[in-house]
């Protein structure tokens, strides 16, 4: 781990304990995935576009796909505001009990849920966060800002962040095509604005630890000007009718 704390990130002294406790406590079929869960440089654009944007505490927070409380934890903008965590997966769950033990989430509360299923009250949220969460075949961009967007205030944000479709053919090419579900951005931008977001923020993500992968994704950019991931922040503009 760098020296210097990035943008937007805190608690990064408390990182080797969070590790400990996911390797002592995922299930053995989510141990492999572990060092990602504990990897705070994923956490990196989304920190530093809340830092950018995000001021003042007491805010309402919806954080879809929370898995192990990551976010919660390590992203400063999140620190003093009330904040529901949800994910589908009950592996996740008992990590709610164990950070809380240990004086973090102490204004956060988990919900095992469905993302399409669950209720807020209109206009009641002042930032929804989707990170990590769309590459999910199963989950549906369109469909779930539809879904949600009605619980967010105007003049609240959305975070989300993305797969690239334009960039599936380079992975086909290397023989490395995943099963990661894919979004054309001019059309993730075209359907925010559509229907009553405005785009505050739009970036490419810098998360990954590796060197190798760093140099590969900064040529992508700078040979074919696409990235393989985009972050997004947006203000919703108009009350829902």
Known sequence: MSSEQPIGLCNLDYAPRYEEILERNLPPSFAVFGEFFA???RLHTLGAMLESHVAGDG???LNIGSGAFATEIFVAALQ???ITAVDYT???APFYDLFRREGHLQT???QQAD???IE????????????DVLYEPALDLEALVDRLRPFLKPGGLLFLDFVNSRTLWIWKLLGRPNQFRRYDPRRVRAFLEGTGFEIVDWRRPQRSSSRLVRLFHALLWHILRASNNYAVLARKTATDR
């Not at 807020?120 to 990170?131: A, K, T, V």
Request: charged share 20%; proline share 7%; glycine share 6%.
């Open 39 to 41: 990897g705070t440089q």
């Open 59 to 61: 805010k309402q927070v």
């Open 80 to 82: 003093g505001q009330t």
């Open 90 to 92: 009950p592996e996740f």
């Open 108 to 110: 956060t509360q988990f």
């Open 115 to 117: 993302a399409m299923e």
């Open 120 to 131: 807020f009250e209109p206009e009641s949220l002042d930032l929804i966060i989707l990170h």
